[in-house]
C-alpha cells in the first residue's frame, strides 16, 4: 500500500448521463492487485455510480459500515457480505446468535447491481463498452465480486447527513492521495447524470464518499471481537475486568497479582494512502505469565505465552489518545525481569517470525526464554524491543515514546 504520490493536476469536469458514462478506467488508474479477476476496482465503482442508488441503499450501506466500526474494524461492507447478507458489517458472523438484529430491505442493493449488469450487458453499454469484459458475462462478473475481498470503504460515514447522496471513488493502489470520483446528480425533474471530479480525503470529510477498495483485516479478531468471546479482556474505554485473586510466591507467602494493561494507544501518523483506509495495528507481547519457580529445574514447567491483538485506529484519530484497556500480562510476578514487545502495522506478505527473549529471575540469576512473535514479511516495524520490569514500574501511567505511537501502561494490583 505504499508508493509514489501521484498528482492530479487536470480532469476535465464533465455531466454525462448515466448510460453514457467514460468507463475506459485504464484512463485513470495504474493497476490492480488481483488480476485473476475479470472485474477491478475501477469496474466496480463506475458500476455503483451507475446503478440507481436510493435512500435505502444508502442507509444498507451505512448499516453495514457503522456494523463494522462498532465490532471494532474500519468503516467497511464487504461484498461477500452485500450479496449474501445485505447490511452485514465485518466480524457480525463471529457474534453469538441474536446479538444483533438483522435489517431487512425491500430492494437490497444486490439487485440493482444484478438488474444493471443484465441490462448493460444486453446492450453493450456501462462497462460493458470496455474491450476487457465485453466478453464477460454478467454472472462471471457477479461471481468476482461475490469471491474477492473487495469492499465499499466509507470514511467518516458518522458525518453522513442522511440524505447526501455520494462520490464513489477506487483505490489507485499506488500510494496516491487523489483519483478519479463519479458524482451521481440528480436533478429537480429526478434525472441522473454522473460527473468526473478530483477526489481526495477532504472532499471525504466535508461530504460522502465511498472507496472501492480491498480487505485487510476480516480475517483477524478484532480487540472488540476478543472481549466478546472473553470477558477477561475488558469493556475498553472503562475499567478493566479481571478475576481476582493471588498466589504463592517462592517463600510461600501470598503475593499481589498484578495486571499488565495497554491503558492508551496513539497513532501520531496514519501509515497508508487515504484510500485504503485506517491503520491496523497488531500489539503483540511475551512473556511468562505467573512465575514463581524457586529452582532451574522448574524453569521447564513454564512455557512463554503471547497476546497478540489487531486494533484499528480510524484516520481521524491521528494524534488522539484512544483508550483500549487491553490486558497484555495478567499475571507479571517479582520475578519476571523482562518481556518481548514488538507493534507492528498490517502490510501482508510471508508470513514469519521475530525470534526473541523474556527474562525471569531465580536465586538473583537471569534466565532467557526464547519467544516467537509472528509478523509479517511487508508489515512496518512501528517498536520491537524488551519492556522492562523496572520500566514499567517507573512509568506506570506514563505515556511514553514507542516510535509513531504513544503508549500508556499501567499496572493494576489485586
Not at 476496482?41 to 442508488?53: F, M, N, R, W, Y
Not at 457480525?92 to 446468535?97: A, Q
Not at 512509568?395 to 516510535?403: A, E, L, Q, R, S
Request: glycine share 8%; proline share 4%.
Amino acid at each position: 500500500m505504499k508508493g509514489v504520490f501521484l498528482a492530479v493536476s487536470v480532469i476535465a469536469f464533465l455531466a454525462v448521463s448515466c448510460e453514457e458514462l467514460d468507463n475506459d478506467i485504464r484512463k485513470h488508474w495504474a493497476g490492480d492487485a488481483d488480476s485473476s479477476s475479470r472485474v477491478s476496482l475501477g469496474d466496480v465503482a463506475v458500476i455503483l455510480s451507475e446503478i440507481p442508488l436510493e435512500l435505502e441503499q444508502m442507509n444498507e450501506v451505512h448499516d453495514a459500515v457503522s456494523s463494522s466500526s462498532e465490532n471494532g474494524y474500519d468503516e467497511e461492507y464487504m461484498m461477500r457480505d452485500l450479496f449474501s447478507v445485505p447490511g452485514a458489517g465485518v466480524g457480525d458472523d463471529r457474534l453469538p446468535e441474536g446479538t444483533k438484529a438483522r435489517p431487512v430491505y425491500d430492494r437490497p442493493m444486490r439487485e440493482l447491481i444484478r438488474e444493471y449488469l443484465h441490462r448493460q450487458h444486453e446492450t453493450r453499454s456501462g462497462i460493458f463498452k470496455d474491450s476487457r469484459i465485453q466478453d464477460v458475462s454478467p454472472e462471471e462478473i457477479l461471481e468476482d465480486m461475490q469471491s474477492s475481498d473487495m469492499q465499499i470503504y466509507w470514511p467518516y460515514s458518522e458525518n453522513w447527513d442522511g440524505k447526501e447522496l455520494p462520490v464513489i471513488t477506487f483505490d489507485p493502489m499506488d500510494g496516491a492521495e487523489t483519483n478519479i470520483g463519479y458524482r451521481i446528480v440528480v436533478d429537480a425533474d429526478g434525472r441522473r447524470t454522473v460527473e468526473e471530479v478530483i477526489a481526495d480525503e477532504q472532499m471525504a470529510i466535508d461530504g460522502t464518499v465511498w472507496v472501492v477498495n480491498r480487505n485487510d483485516d476480516s480475517g483477524y479478531n478484532s480487540l472488540e471481537i476478543l472481549r466478546r468471546e472473553d470477558p477477561d479482556w475488558g469493556t475498553g474505554g472503562g475499567e478493566i475486568i479481571v478475576r481476582p485473586q493471588s498466589f504463592k510466591g517462592g517463600t510461600g507467602q501470598e503475593a499481589p497479582l498484578r495486571t499488565l494493561i495497554l491503558r492508551e494507544f496513539t497513532m501520531l501518523r496514519n501509515y497508508d494512502s487515504w484510500f485504503a483506509g485506517a491503520s491496523e495495528f497488531f500489539v503483540k507481547i511475551g512473556s511468562v505469565e505467573g512465575f514463581t519457580a524457586s529452582t532451574e529445574a522448574e524453569l521447564k514447567l513454564y512455557s512463554p505465552t503471547v497476546t497478540d491483538f489487531m486494533i484499528v485506529v480510524k484516520r481521524k484519530y491521528k494524534g488522539v489518545p484512544r483508550p483500549f484497556n487491553a490486558v497484555l500480562v495478567s499475571d507479571w510476578t517479582d520475578q519476571l525481569e523482562q518481556c518481548a514487545f514488538l507493534i507492528s502495522e498490517d502490510d501482508g506478505g510471508t508470513r514469519t517470525s521475530w525470534k526473541c527473549t523474556a527474562l525471569v529471575r531465580i536465586a538473583s540469576k537471569s534466565y532467557g526464554v526464547e519467544i516467537e512473535l509472528p509478523i509479517n514479511t511487508r508489515d512496518d516495524i512501528v517498536w520491537r524491543g524488551q519492556l522492562s520490569s523496572r520500566y514499567i514500574m517507573a512509568n506506570n501511567n506514563v505515556t511514553g515514546h514507542f516510535g509513531d505511537v504513544d503508549l500508556k501502561f499501567e499496572v493494576q494490583e489485586y
